[in-house]
């Protein structure tokens, strides 16, 4: 039973990660109808400033430079929607996965020719104390994690069905011709919408390689892992995307700890990819009109 607390632990931390990366993918194509393949390495690049540049140049407080690199986060989604995916994004979907896909690979050299393939151990807000639960136990990072990932998606569920923001990615999601006409800032709410995403990568970025050493393999499968989540739920829904985050951490957790054998964690969020995509198969395509 000690065991199996363990490895729910560790499940529901890292699924909370892949969560917040998962909301970021949602909330980025629900106005803009682009699978942005580079928000994990928008989480990692800005997760590395706040390590090296930040804290370690500048010697910023943790909670300053922590602020610098969810700010980092914006700006860089920010800065791809408007300089990579806006120029080609009349050239279809094949062309904005490509250009997303130049992000990622782009940014995860330019981390490496920065500051080296090591993998630092990266502070947090919260520390690592650890809160007793029967026989096991929960660190504060851990709980401070999950409670960003409440936070941040009753927030972005806030923004999308209350508010000014939220009607007018609404209206652009289902004729962006008939938004501009009646007055709406298109372009600004589609940038302003992939900056959230970036922020969200961020703060995935430093709540996820403070728990767990990250390279360029450990990235792919946070990736795919954040899109198995955003799948369950046609890359459309909100608490889909949160609840998928949270089964794949579970499904990696129990898998690779009772099934000790190098991969088999990997291999199960793979498998759990191709039954999502065959279950909705029968489903709409990626571009219809969602629903908030």
């Known amino acids: 039973m000690e065991r199996f607390f363990g490895y729910l632990v560790t499940g529901l931390a890292n699924g909370a990660i892949f969560a917040l990366v998962a909301l970021g993918v949602v909330v980025i194509y629900r106005v803009s109808r682009v699978i942005n393949l580079a928000q994990g390495a928008i989480g990692v690049f800005s997760a590395f400033v706040f390590h090296y540049t930040l804290m370690g140049d500048l010697g910023m407080p943790v909670a300053v430079a922590t602020a610098g690199a969810i700010l980092t986060g914006a700006v860089l989604g920010a800065g791809v929607e408007k300089f990579v995916v806006r120029p ?4 279809g979907a094949l062309a904005t996965l490509t250009a997303t896909t130049g992000v990622l690979l782009l940014l995860t050299e330019l981390t490496v020719q920065l500051w080296g393939p090591d993998n630092p151990v990266i502070a947090s807000v919260f ?47 289902q004729d962006p011709g008939a938004a501009r006409i009646v007055g709406l800032p298109v372009r ?28 360029q393999i450990s990235l792919t499968f946070v990736l795919i892992s954040s899109l198995v989540a955003a799948a369950l739920g046609g890359f459309n829904s909100l608490p889909l995307a949160g609840a998928g985050g949270v089964a794949v951490g579970l499904i990696f957790s129990f898998g690779q700890g009772y099934q000790p054998v190098a991969g088999i964690g990997q291999l199960l969020v793979f498998i759990a990819l191709l039954g999502v995509l065959l279950v909705r198969s029968n489903k709409p395509q990626l571009d219809v009109v969602s629903e908030f």
């Open 188 to 215: 600004s709410i589609v940038t302003l919408t992939w900056a959230i995403g970036g922020a969200s990568a961020a703060v995935a970025g430093l709540m996820y390689i403070h728990l767990n050493s990250l390279d």
């Open 88 to 91: 080609v994004q009349t050239r």
């Open 127 to 173: 520390p690592d104390t650890l809160v007793r639960i029967g026989n096991t136990g929960v660190t504060v990072h851990q709980i401070g994690t999950a409670g960003i990932v409440i936070v941040l998606a009753g927030g972005l569920y806030w923004m999308l069905a209350k508010t000014w923001v939220g009607v007018g990615i609404t209206a652009i999601a």
